[in-house]
């Protein structure tokens, strides 16, 4: 009886044990991306896991679990092992903002391990390409002279387009009327057709349709104009002063993984980001590099943190309760 108990006692102890690094990763990891493939996230996560499959010598997947502002991707990730092997991409929205439009189930700080920053990039006003307006002054003009709320495609209630848009409206003092889709990629194909008249999107999204003509640009929602696309002016120089907002994304972890596997990953995160062809790749698309002592697990917690009391504020005034 009592070798019994030590034998139970011993196996419970082994199972509270964080996951064991060791051979870590020894199979495939999965990287959750919340949003809708070929948008965004889908795109940079794509081009990084490419590299990180090389330095970690596993593959590592992309699987596209889209809802609610890409809050249910992130729950499915919060509620997976902590073992390395199920990752959550996420950004400003689906961890930070998603905390004051949803009752998520989940701490997005106790619950989430943060691992690496990922790259940035400043939104974007752009539009249907038959709208009567050549420059931002002419567009919020045209918006103002409509009967009803032009529509404006977005991501789902938090995510980086709708913060956006939430944001827009209080520097413009205009309203917008919300479409979701499952990520901006599908809601940029609909504003290329023409069926919505804007989205306060990523650069990296809007970029290519931008220089192929199908959509039209207003301004960039940052202090200096993309590296990629001098043409496009920025909010300050387009008329609307100081609305700037800058999209970061990043990797966490379930709660409970080891420092060795956070470590491990954001070590091949960091190495894709260094890798040229990855680099160039990524600033095509008008993503900013993280500095390189923004890129410890800490500095993301960090950010994560400060973010969190920056935009929380903002929701709320915007009148967004918590569905
Ligand atoms: C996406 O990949 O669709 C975006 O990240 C969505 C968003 O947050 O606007």
């Known amino acids: ?125 752009v539009s249907r390409n038959n709208i009567p307006a050549k420059s931002l002054p002419e567009f919020l003009a045209w918006v103002k002279s409509q009967p009803n709320p032009v529509s404006a495609g977005t991501a789902g209630n938090g995510s980086g387009s709708h913060i956006a848009g939430l944001y827009f409206e209080q520097v413009t003092g205009l309203k917008l009327q919300y479409v979701p889709y499952r990520g901006t990629g599908p809601a940029m194909n609909d504003l290329v057709a023409g069926q919505i008249d804007l989205i306060v999107d990523q650069t990296s999204n809007a970029i290519n349709q931008v220089r192929a003509g199908t959509i039209r640009a207003y301004a960039v929602t940052d202090a200096k104009r993309l590296e990629s696309a001098p043409e496009i002016p920025t909010t300050d120089e387009a008329g609307l002063p100081g609305f700037h907002m800058t999209l970061w994304s990043g990797l966490w972890l379930p709660k409970g993984a080891s420092k060795e596997i956070v470590d491990t990953l954001n070590a091949a995160a960091v190495a894709a980001l260094d890798e040229p062809d990855v680099k160039n790749q990524l600033k095509n698309l008008g993503l900013q590099m993280p500095a390189a002592d923004q890129r410890s697990p800490a500095a993301l917690g960090t950010l994560q943190r400060a973010e969190i009391r920056k935009w929380w504020p903002m929701i709320r005034a915007a009148g967004v309760v918590p569905e």
Do not use: W
Not at 46 to 58: D, F, K, N, P
Not at 64 to 88: C, E, F, L, M, W
């Open 1 to 125: 009886m009592r070798r019994a108990l030590c034998a139970v006692l011993l196996v419970c102890l082994a199972l509270m044990q964080p996951a064991r690094a060791d051979n870590y990763p020894s199979r495939a990891i999965t990287v959750i991306v919340p949003f809708a493939a070929g948008g965004p996230s889908d795109a940079m996560m794509r081009i990084l896991a490419e590299h990180m499959r090389q330095t970690l010598g596993q593959p590592v997947l992309i699987e596209n679990v889209t809802g609610a502002g890409g809050s249910i991707g992130v729950g499915r990730a919060v509620r997976s092992k902590p073992d390395g092997y199920t990752v959550s991409f996420g950004h400003l929205g689906t961890h930070v903002a998603n905390g004051a439009v949803y009752r998520l189930g989940y701490d997005l700080e106790a619950d989430l391990e943060p691992v690496v920053l990922l790259p940035s990039n400043p939104m974007i006003i």
